[in-house]
């Protein structure tokens, strides 16, 4: 099974409307209300596909009660960690004749002491079944034991949830056996390598805010210095790259062959979706073995077929019917090395500590792409 973790959940509310016109009143159809945030939406498309897994995050106030009910109605296994302050809303305004989306993200409500690091224990008693949660839900330790445990946390931190508090949750899933994968921004992402992370998915603005380096390539391998295991690089209509230690370093690139038009909000997270499922097969995804190599690239197309099939669906946190399909049409390369077998190794070497550098502050939140772009909350 796979535990996501949200630790700034969404109110997602969508309208649309054939083009927004600044200072102008539009009249729109009923707009959608939908639970939100990266990881649940993640969590979202995993159920959608048949996949084993648990929402783990916080909801208070009114829109939490909403944001709660809507899991209940939509089936999510999930277990909430009450908070005193409201969750959070996402506002976005789907342009259907321009195919953009603007967004508006509400900061969050900050998390206590308390709140912060009661979350961190219903992620640890989800993966691990340390505590049960306050949800009826099966656990990672219930799933085949030959399948790794997989953990995904999503999502930009609110105030009160540090990213050295990130850090540390991920040495310590990391430490009891889990593939962490984490996709968030500035100093989380750097903590989240330096801690270990099995897998970080960052877009290319995100990382280039995070490590000060303009050039993707070298801001994936600062990442994998600092300890991250692989390193997937959305770059909108230029599809993904990943980035690992196996075949000298040599990236992957996957993207589809043409741009689609609809809702960009919610191909980052479908993305992180098919790297978490791709991750739950027992293999050393840096390994320098054939199989290895041929993994990643499944990892790849999976990747950006389910990312383009979320811009064609309604909402985030879906994929259109088409995501199989769209597999056909994703170019891939290159394709797998000639390798010499070799018995693959559970973990990677560790990698030597890096100098320390100093990052750049977040940048502001950037516009989707209608390909492969996501909603930076």
């Known amino acids: 099974m796979i535990v996501t973790v949200t630790p700034n959940p969404a109110l997602d509310l969508t309208w649309r409307v054939d083009r927004l016109v600044p200072g102008e009143t539009h009249r729109v159809p009923t707009g959608a209300s939908r639970a939100g945030g990266k990881g649940v939406n993640v969590a979202r498309v995993l159920h959608e596909q048949g996949v084993d897994v648990l929402a783990v995050t916080?909801?208070?106030?009114?829109?939490?009660?909403?944001?709660?009910?809507?899991l209940v109605a939509g089936g999510v296994p999930h277990a909430l960690v009450p908070v005193a302050g409201p969750t959070r809303r996402s506002i976005a305004i789907v342009e259907t004749d321009a195919a953009g989306t603007a967004v508006l993200n509400e900061h969050g409500s900050p998390l206590s002491s308390d709140e912060a690091a009661a979350l961190d224990d219903a992620a640890s008693a989800a993966a691990f079944g340390k505590r049960?949660?306050?949800a009826s839900a099966p656990r990672l330790d219930s799933a085949d034991a030959d399948a790794p445990a997989v953990v995904v946390i999503s999502g930009s931190l609110p105030p009160g949830y540090t990213p050295e508090r990130l850090g540390r949750l991920v040495t310590a899933m990391g430490a009891a056996g889990a593939r962490v994968i984490v996709d968030t921004s500035g100093p989380g992402l750097l903590e989240a390598a330096?801690?270990?992370a099995y897998a970080l998915k960052p877009n290319g603005e995100e990382l280039a805010a995070a490590t000060g380096l303009a050039d993707p390539e070298a801001g994936a391998r600062l990442l994998l210095e600092f300890g991250a295991t692989l390193v997937v690089v959305s770059l909108g209509g230029e599809g993904l790259l990943l980035f690992s230690r196996a075949e000298s370093g040599r990236p992957v690139r996957a993207r589809l062959t043409r741009v689609l038009r609809g809702n960009a909000t919610g191909a980052g997270d479908a993305a992180v979706a098919a790297i978490a499922a791709a991750l739950t097969e027992p293999i050393a995804f840096d390994a320098d073995a054939p199989r290895a190599a041929d993994a990643r690239r499944r990892l790849m197309r999976t990747a950006v077929a389910w990312s383009a099939s979320a811009v064609l669906a309604p909402l985030a946190g879906s994929l259109s019917p088409e995501h199989e399909?769209?597999?056909?049409?994703?170019?891939v390369d290159p394709p797998p090395a000639v390798l010499d077998a070799q018995p693959e190794p559970t973990e990677h070497a560790e990698q030597p500590?890096?100098?320390?550098?100093?990052?750049?502050?977040?940048?502001?939140?950037?516009?989707?792409?209608?390909?492969?772009?996501e909603d930076p909350a």
């Open 58 to 70: 916080t909801a208070g106030g009114a829109t939490g009660h909403e944001f709660a009910a809507d």
């Open 132 to 134: 049960r949660p306050a």
């Open 194 to 196: 330096r801690a270990g």
């Open 325 to 331: 399909a769209l597999m056909l049409e994703v170019v």
């Open 353 to 373: 500590e890096p100098a320390e550098r100093t990052p750049h502050q977040d940048r502001p939140q950037h516009a989707a792409d209608p390909h492969t772009a």
